[in-house]
């Protein structure tokens, strides 16, 4: 059955469009009995109300447009659930939509979701994202944006993460405090905040140490499994075995254990594994892994309220929001000891 609008429902009854839609809104210069025959009329016809047409007086949509490069990574799952509940609490709802990490995708996206006149946008930019023209787009646009996870640097925008080179560094500085010394790293795209900044911290970590940072010891992709199973196929033909497999996800260490079991490599025992993740998936997986946790809930949640900010305050100046992460000990390494250790931020 078409769906009926309050127009037709106007004619049917011969009353004026505004008598429909005040009897739809419970008006009290509507009679009961009108209000009767409207609402019956429109539950036998299937009327639904037009949602941006009830909202052109505020010239807001109520929709916020979410881009992200994967949802079958649960990291992101996991951040659009904290977008949704903060979102859904403010009166909001989202429109999602996926980059499959393809620049042109999300290009795409982002143009979709302006057309569709959304309030406002929250973006987790895509591994092949180089080409910034689409953004100033949405900046002359006027539509508030806030970056959350991967963001790029420099446009104006606000954006809410972790600091990605510190909690790498205090990573590595763990498992080198742990006694471990040959620590190869398998890297995201350098191409993105996250990946060139993870790698940063791990490098940092080293030289603290007075390591001598080979580069032979990197091998640099995505962040997906596949791109760890290739990261570490590739890292074992150059050369020896590490002590530990540092991930710049867990998506990529995922990858690292299909490639040593593929290979007969005994992991944790042989090789170790340590990766950015979040408790939620990082105690699933066998055997668990010892990670800077993040809480992507926490993180979509709090992206969402800043951007909740920007469109209220379409003047505010941008902000760089950090969320906490910590050190926990899961079974992907041999070390005795405390099963979590807090980020020490003045260390």
Known sequence: MPIINQAQIAGILNVSRATVSKALKDADDISDGMKKRVRDLAEKFNYIPHYHASNLQSKRTRTIGIVVPDISYSFFAFAIDGIMDAAQRSGYQVILTVSREKADIERKNILTLLSMRVDGLLVAVSRET??????RKVRRSEIPLVFFDRSIEGLG???VGIDDRDAARRLIDFVLRSGYRRIWHIAGSSGIDVGRNRRAGYEDALKKRGIRLRKDWITEGGFT???GRRGFRELHRRGSLPDVIFAANDQIA????DAMRELGIRYPDRVGVVAFSHHEYAEI????L???HVD???LGRKAMELLLRHMDHPGARSRRLRIPAEIQKGESIRIPGIRREKINRSS
């Open 285 to 288: 997986v066998s055997p668990s």
């Open 290 to 292: 010892t990670i800077i």
């Open 254 to 257: 995922l990858g690292a254990y």
């Open 296 to 298: 992507p809930c926490l």
């Open 157 to 159: 925008f606000s954006a």
């Open 130 to 135: 180089r080409n910034i023209q689409i953004f």
């Open 225 to 227: 499994r596949a791109d």
